[in-house]
């Protein structure tokens, strides 16, 4: 079985400021990595995703994780945040089902 | 493409009545996932479908949840009898076959129950 822990449940932050969202992982086969964002009163958008290869993976609006194999990890980064950047965060594992973490309310402050 | 589309937007119910949530999947998408969104407990995955057939319903919290998919294009998650507990976002997403895909979400039910 797999497993998602996200170690924070609410991150402030002033603007443009760097900011760390903390993903850890279990799985006893391989798994693709997954972060989605929502923002109030949607569903959840896909930011990025690990598949294979480069463990530094880019996405939209700024965003970049970096998959840890040896500590299971896949902490989301952003070096300069905005006050649009505050929603929640999602990390999510996938290898036949989809599983999600609980999430991580970002909160920009001006 | 209209994306996935759930409905009602939102519901509210009194203890013990019947509710029915609706999703319609993105076309051409043949994995169907339900989620259930709270304060307490984050999203968790209800049951999902592949080509209509449930294929792990082992997040259904009780005998009181059903799911069921009948063709393709639609879905339908209901709970009777419903309980205040059962108060909560339910998200409805589908992607197509591969797990490096991604999910596409509906903008989900606010589920009430009074």
């Known amino acids: 079985a797999q497993s998602v822990t996200q170690l924070d449940s609410q991150v402030p932050v002033f603007e443009e400021a760097p900011v760390e969202l903390r993903c850890n992982y279990s799985?006893?086969?391989?798994?693709?990595l997954f972060w989605y964002v929502q923002y109030p009163n949607q569903g959840l958008q896909l930011l990025l995703k690990?598949?294979?290869?480069?463990?530094l993976v880019k996405g939209i609006n700024g965003f970049e994780a970096e998959f840890n194999k040896s500590q299971t990890s896949f902490h989301l980064r952003k070096p300069s945040v905005h006050i649009s950047d505050t929603a929640e965060y999602f990390c999510?594992?996938?290898?036949?089902?989809?599983?999600f973490g609980t999430g991580t309310r970002l909160k920009v402050l001006a | 493409d209209a994306g996935v589309i759930q409905s009602p937007r939102h519901e509210v119910t009194e203890m013990g009545q019947e509710v029915t949530l609706r999703c319609k999947p993105i076309?051409?998408?043949?994995?169907l996932f339900w989620y259930r969104q709270t304060m307490m407990r984050g999203l968790e995955l209800l049951i999902y479908?592949?080509?209509?057939?449930?294929?792990?319903d082992s997040g259904m919290p009780e005998d009181r949840f059903s799911a069921k998919m009948p063709n393709a294009s639609f879905s339908t998650l209901k709970i009777q009898p419903s309980e205040p507990r059962d108060s909560a976002v339910y998200f409805c997403?589908?992607?197509?076959?591969?797990?490096?895909?991604?999910?596409?979400f509906g903008s989900g039910t606010q589920l009430s129950v009074l």
């Open positions: 997403a589908s992607s197509l076959s591969g797990n490096h895909e991604k999910l596409f």
């Open positions: 799985s006893s086969v391989s798994v693709y």
């Open positions: 690990y598949l294979s290869g480069s463990t």
């Open positions: 999510a594992v996938r290898t036949y089902k989809y599983i």
């Open positions: 076309s051409g998408h043949d994995y």
């Open positions: 479908f592949n080509n209509n057939v449930p294929i792990d």
